[in-house]
């Protein structure tokens, strides 16, 4: 079980990787926001899937802080630093 | 045991798929609301099935329990964070996409 558990991690590693296009190109900043919110979800999948491969039970501690972060880093975004002006340079 | 562990994997390949499903969907979609649409599916769906399946094989019920509670601050913030984001989109006057 240890093996599978390891895998399907480093399966989100690499899912985590493709997502890092959608940050690169955008091409609006709420869509690099979006692939970053996918990451912290995903983030917090692999945390807690190498939490139950190593039996570290402090890691899941690690994973709510991950959750937590994530919901913060959005709300900021949208109330904060989303910039006003973007419908001119939405081409996609 | 042999039929837990089963269990277990069933639910966290079901859940590994709609991480893959949201980021497909998040790299393929045409516009901000549709790509919406992937992300909130691998976050609810996707932690669901992942959080049930290393919930069977949790060693307790305090440490099931704590899975479940991230599951849910999860949902709540991903429901929130949706809606903040398209409706900030909305308000921006980005375009929805049209064929």
Redesign the interface.
Known sequence: ?QT??LA?AL??LL?LG??M??VFCGP?A??R???A??FG??A??VV??LA?AY?N?AL?DV??VF??L??VT??AF??RA?P????GH?S? | MILIDYLSGALLIAGAVFFLAGTLGLLRFPDVYTRLHALTKADNVGLGLMVVGLAVQAESWTAAGKLLLIWLLVLLAGSSVAHLVAGGALQRGIQLWKR
Do not use: C, I, K, S
């Open positions: 079980m599978f558990n399907l399966f989100l899912n493709a997502g296009w959608r609006t709420a869509d926001m979006l692939a919110q996918l979800t995903t917090v999948a807690l899937l139950q039996g039970p899941r994973a709510l959750a937590l994530a919901a959005a709300v949208v109330r989303w006003d002006q973007e419908a939405d996609d």
